[in-house]
């Protein structure tokens, strides 16, 4: 009976506070339709809320005349009456309250109180305004899995990537390294409103890609920076040189050889071979692992020697052509081309000083000719008249003169 009793007083205060409410709400309606207003405008706007975060909603009014605001739920229960709150939902607070807004926040927000939102402005027609709360779920930690852990260099692979739980749906990108690929997504809606995303990733990797991060990114409103990766795992073939140890440079009969196969692929090789192409290798030969030496070289020894080398993937090799020349052809015989070559440059450069005397002696004896020739006229002339014309031939008693170069 007590309980009765408690219920049935409650009902009472609530059913007294909303009809003072209204009574208040009606007074101000009779007084409001005596004097004219100027236009009202009420704005509210949307709002984005991340689940278990806090939400405000606010309802504005423009050149307000004391009209009556008020805040329903998306079942049109009031949650705030002007400052004044009948709601019985303590998340609900009051932020602000003034002729012009009403300003109410929503803490810990649930998908449940998702929805729309009423701002209610008592004015004669009544106004309202409508904010809606959308309620961002994140999703879950991306998954990502591959059809195999490893793949052989040449071959296609496919990746996947998985975000489960998220409101609204995710959206899947992928990188390789620094360069962004395309996959294809599919979207699963869930019954309880919320959206599965799944993305695949088909790709034909090189050797170059080993050890190279595949990256599923995920882009969600409720997140940033939400990725996974894979690094991918490729086994190839091997990849085969040959390094000179000694000699270097030209090799001479009666050197010795010694040549390194140098080999890296994944697996790492488990198997090297030295063979000559079109014939055997040297019985004095020493093979020891990749190292390849033979001592005292001559002519016969000419030839390609290759290194075979192997792995779970497949083989490769590398060759190497061995020319063993003169013994003699050593630097007595270096010496000897520089000398024939110092020989025809000393020729050449005797040549040009020749030409260059010859050419003198040509221009200095023309020079010299036009000079005497002058100067045989006026020997023999008794003024300059007579020797102007002695020097054109014109004489006959004077002995010609001869000049000689040598």
Known sequence: MKQVSNMANTSNGSLATLLILFTISAAIHTGAAQFPVQSQNLIADNVSV???ETAT??????????????????NRQTIYFRDVRPLKD????????????????LSNVSLSDEGRYVCQLYTDPPQEAYAD???????????????EDIVREG?????????????????????KGDKELQGKSKVEATYDRMFTVTSWLRLT??????????????DHPAVKDFQTQKYLEVQYKPEVTIKVEFPQGLIREGENLELTCQAKGKPQPHQVNWVRVDDDVPSHAVITGSDLFIENLNKSYNGTYRCVVSNSVGETYA???LYVRDSQAGPEAQRLDHAVIGGVVAVVVFAMLCLLIVLGRYFARHKGTYFTHEAKGADDAADADTAIINAEGGHNNSDEKKEYYI
């Open 90 to 105: 303590a998340r609900f607070q009051l932020v602000n309250f003034s002729d012009n807004e009403l300003r109410v926040s």
């Open 50 to 52: 991340v689940e278990g």
């Open 133 to 147: 709360i959308t309620v961002l779920i994140p999703p879950g930690n991306p998954i990502i899995e591959s059809r």
């Open 205 to 218: 990797v090189m050797r170059e890609d080993d050890g190279v991060p595949v990256v599923c990114i995920v």
């Open 319 to 321: 060759d190497y052509i």
């Open 57 to 74: 909603i606010s309802c504005r009014v423009k050149n307000n005349d004391d009209s009556v605001i008020q805040l329903l739920n998306p």
């Open 155 to 175: 071959n296609e692979t496919e990746i996947t990537c998985t975000s489960m739980g998220s409101k609204p749906a995710a959206t899947i990108r992928w990188m």
